[in-house]
């Protein structure tokens, strides 16, 4: 019942931005024919990293990647921020039970998203109630039919990173270097690059493997690690790709004691 109301007012909503959002679409679509460019994730890996020396390439970033200080270091292009209904003032969670929760880290969202606007915002017509402006573009289904050649095979709105690897082939982009896609390298440490510590090993190797399968006929993806390989991706180290030696820098020295404290609101965050 609730997915079926839900999909009725995402449909009513469409029908009023169809317009104007297709013509975004295509107009944006293989802009970058031949490029290539980095897709961040929020992965502890970048504790490590000095992101100025990533800037030299477009940036497809995601999620909550704004909090990062050096987020203006980098060259970003495109943003995705697709999950569902984010923007309202409660979230439902079901992290240890459905409960409502109050959303802080979407207000700060709101007033970081409007410092940037040239960047080009992609997110799911739910929330268009909120998030507005002539740089978001909103997705859903017929963007999957018309731009992603493999969407009857896999899902592209299931994850943040399938998005981001989806968008970047709708753009037209030849390669991509995933940075902070954590879970892509063998062993991977989990956690997020705005959480305390080092991270916990994890033993999931195969994560997403049908997906890149797929995706890897339509682009090179190559995964930037630490100092590992990766089972299901092409591989580089952070030191072979920038010369650099990664140095770890704790959450307090690269995330603004502001924004700390609206993510330390979510369950599950340890910050």
Known sequence: MIKSLSKFFKSILFYFKADKNNCKLKKLNN???GEECYIFGDGISLKYFDLSLFNDKPSIVSNN???HKDFEKLDVKYYSIYEPYWFLPFFVSGFKGIKFLRN??????LIKFKAFPE????????NSIK????????LGDSFSKKYIPYHK???ILEGSLRLEISLAIFLGFKKA???GHDYTHKNPLTSHFYERGKGIKNKSNDWNKDFFEIAKEYIDIITVTLDCESNTLKSTTYKKLTGDIPIFKENTEIVDEGDLESLSS???YKI
Do not use: A, E, R
Request: hydrophobic share 45%.
């Open 65 to 67: 990647f704004i909090f």
């Open 266 to 268: 979510w369950p599950g």
């Open 119 to 126: 960047i080009t915002f992609f997110s799911d017509i739910s």
């Open 31 to 33: 802009t970058h024919v």
């Open 131 to 138: 998030l507005k402006g002539n740089n978001i573009i909103y």
């Open 104 to 109: 802080l880290i979407q207000k700060k969202h």
């Open 153 to 155: 095979k896999i899902n």
């Open 177 to 179: 270097y995933l940075i």
